[in-house]
């Protein structure tokens, strides 16, 4: 029996997805959860242009927040925040 493959596009670009895929959540990898002081934040976006994997999200009324189900932990907001308004909490302190 012949299998069938899905064409390949030229150069393997593939369109960016417009969903959330469930089977790519990678957030549970995390041990450390990044959170944000609101007031100490001065929106100034940096860790929003230095997130790897986008998980910084502004609001002009909520500000700066993280999308968790993504977030791997890695400390990179918290360690380019110039008034080091993101610090890192072990996620055992959390409830949810």
């Not at 064409?7 to 960016?16: D, G, H, L, N």
């Not at 959860?33 to 910084?56: H, L, S």
């Not at 791997?72 to 308004?85: D, E, F, L, T, Y």
């Amino acid at each position: 029996m012949a299998k069938v493959y899905k064409q390949v596009p030229f150069a393997a670009i593939v369109p960016s997805p417009q969903t959330e895929n469930e089977g790519m959540v990678t957030g549970n990898w995390r041990f450390l959860r990044p959170v944000v002081d609101k007031g100490q934040c001065t929106e100034c976006k940096t860790c929003y242009i230095y997130c790897p994997d986008a998980c910084v999200n502004w609001a002009k009324d909520d500000g700066i927040s993280f999308n968790l189900k993504y977030c791997k932990g890695c400390g990179i907001c918290s360690n380019v925040c110039p008034v080091g308004a993101i610090a890192r909490v072990p996620e055992l302190d959390f409830d949810e």
